[in-house]
């Protein structure tokens, strides 16, 4: 089974400056839940008992947030506000969460690193801290049931437009069903024209501890950073890797447009907003059609 998760928060978020110059990219609200949240939640409804959150320097919110708030939980409770009150401490009763940092920026590979002592012999899930999936079934859970078919490292993806696969990391190989692939390759945001398919890696991963010889074993690759694509490519050479093409739809946090994207599309799944928040975007729409007409 698999009762463990790893999830990478340690990134400077340069993308969101100045709003992360004092606070870590994974706790930006969509709407009023913390981005990391929703993807602590995840690994909680798929089973999982333990998260290490790698964190780095100035990003004590998130540990902060996961925490008991005393002061906070008293002055609800002296309000009366029993709902809130309840899911204050809901917060801090989750799971089991550890935090250690990465001190040095060295690419995703070098973070998953930091989890060797907490995961030790055990298969563990890795979701990535900015990019949250909304789905039936958790990603994380379709992940696991995978795994425990073909103990194998199993890895997200998803479908991305054939022009846009030099953003992603993209996998390859022979496909065992619709949504499950053998794979024999990955190759981190790959030219165009040598890409070996369109299905990017979805930020959500099952990952044997055999990955800790081959990250061992993977020098710097691109951006001078120790890559975890490099290392499952390493990985191929002793043991099997498979693919599952999630259900759900991703969001990347990772980017402003992406992210506003996202606020929109959460707020109208919020019956309290749905409906009045859908009239003024359609009046901000004609709005701006006659504007620009």
């Known amino acids: 089974m698999v009762k463990k998760a790893v999830i990478p928060a340690a990134g400077f978020g340069t993308r969101f400056l100045p709003a992360t110059k004092a606070q870590p990219k994974e706790m930006l609200p969509i709407i009023d839940t913390p981005t990391i949240q929703y993807v602590v939640q995840e690994a909680v409804d798929s089973g999982i008992e333990d998260i290490l959150i790698i964190t780095g320097k100035g990003k004590g919110a998130i540990a902060d947030h996961f925490d008991r708030s005393f002061e906070l939980e008293q002055r609800l409770q002296e309000k009366n506000e029993e709902t809130m009150y309840k899911e204050m401490r809901r917060l801090s009763e989750m799971a089991n969460i550890y935090f250690i940092r990465q001190k040095e920026i060295n ?24 990019t949250v999936i909304d789905s039936i079934i958790p990603v994380t859970q379709q992940l696991i049931d995978i795994y425990q078919q073909y103990q194998a490292t199993v890895i997200a993806v998803e479908t991305v437009p054939h022009d846009k696969v030099n953003r992603y990391g993209i996998v390859g190989g022979q ?79 990772g980017n402003k447009l992406d992210f506003l994207k996202t606020n929109v599309e959460f707020a109208l799944k919020r019956k309290e907003f749905a409906g009045p928040f859908l009239k003024y975007l359609q009046e901000i729409v004609r709005t701006y059609e006659s504007q620009n007409k």
């Open 107 to 130: 690419g995703l590979g070098d973070a998953i690193n930091h989890a060797r002592n907490h995961t030790g012999d055990e298969p563990f899930a890795v979701l990535l801290g900015d």
């Open 175 to 253: 496909s065992i069903s619709d949504s499950i692939m053998e794979l024999n390759t990955l190759i981190e945001k790959p030219a165009v024209e040598t890409a070996p398919s369109n299905l990017a890696i979805a930020g959500r991963y099952i990952l044997t501890p055999e990955i800790y010889r081959s990250l061992d074993a993977t020098p710097k690759g691109k951006n001078n950073e120790i890559q975890l694509t490099d290392a499952m490519l390493h990985l191929l050479s002793t043991e099997k890797v498979y693919s599952c093409s999630i259900e759900g739809k991703r969001y990347d946090i």
